[in-house]
């Protein structure tokens, strides 16, 4: 048991580091003048979908449910937290007011993932994945017909520009479909930090995840994945362990959304869509399924390949589609795990186990 938990905890900070040396590099390259603009414009968005698709993985991968609607989430935690933002941008210092943001923004995703996740998670396979793309796609309608102002009397809800009526010197903040505008100018006196901040929120994504899944709920989550009737049958309450990991996978991914609306100048909710949802999807599978390490790589990889690629504007898609199919082989063909296998070995320096004839 010792010997397994020194294990763990050597893999969970083998996994800090890698986040700690992908940072201190893109600093050295930056402050040399090697990184483009282009790169710097990407920093960011590659924090957020870090984010999230290693909170999605505690679901795909660690719960072994189909959920498609991890946007939603993001929308609901990017909404919220810009509202907050903008009501209390003169009364609250930058610093105390984003991490207030993150919190609202994490505790109202969460919610809504308790909400949706009791009678969802009842359901299993592809029902559960068609569920979740409706609440996705219900809660990004609800948002674009809602609109928010605040005046002297307090905050105003209404259903159409028409209907909010505020007292002189109100100001709008959410506008239907046009969303919120100038969130991003709200934190400019930290705009340049929030590279460091996604870094430091990816760091608490993974130690939330991986406590998690080596912990007593983590091991009684899986054992629900690889066997339900076996799960049930030992005395484990599959549903309250897998309404916990979509909770907590919601909330991160509410975490996910905070930094995505903090960092554009126009918050709209048409891009909180079901392509988003697909994507973040994508960068866990080809990762490689409860691999944390591997949603990391896999969400660099994918997300900045197709903009570096800009250049190449006739061939940039072939070459993103190549990368793709050599990914998932690389990841799952058979003949390349046992590869990958034999090689971990060799670099243990242990012998390869030899086939029984």
Known sequence: MKKNMTKTTKNNFTTYAM???????????????NLSNLLKGLLVPLCVYTIASLSLNLVVGFSGE????????????????????????DAIPSVPRLIIAILIGAAVAGVFGALIGIPVLRLRGDYLAIVTLAFGEIIKNLINILYVGIDENG??????????KMAAGGK???????????????????????????????LITLFIVQNLVNSRSGRAIMAARDNR???????????????????????????AGVLYAHNLSMLKVSIFDYNMSIMILVYVVLGGIGNLRGSIIATIILYALPELLRGFSTYRMLIYAIVL???????????????KSRMVEKFKGNKPKKEAA
């Open 229 to 255: 009737i076996a799960a049930e049958s030992i005395g484990i309450n599959v549903t309250k362990y897998k309404l916990l990991a979509f909770t907590v996978s919601a909330a991160l991914a509410g975490v």
């Open 155 to 164: 905050l105003h809800v209404a259903a159409s520009s028409a209907g909010l």
């Open 325 to 339: 199919i050599a990914m998932m082989l690389f990841n799952w063909a058979p003949a390349a795990r046992t590869w």
């Open 66 to 89: 189909l959920s498609l609607g991890h946007a939603g989430f993001m929308c609901l935690g990017a909404y919220s937290s810009a509202l907050f933002s903008n009501v209390v941008r």
């Open 172 to 202: 709008q903040i959410m506008k239907g479909a046009l969303g919120i505008s100038g969130t991003g100018t709200i934190y400019k006196d930290i705009k340049g930090q929030f590279f460091l901040i996604g870094i430091i929120l990816i």
């Open 19 to 33: 986040v700690i040396v992908i940072f201190i590099v893109v600093q050295t390259l930056s402050s040399t003048g």
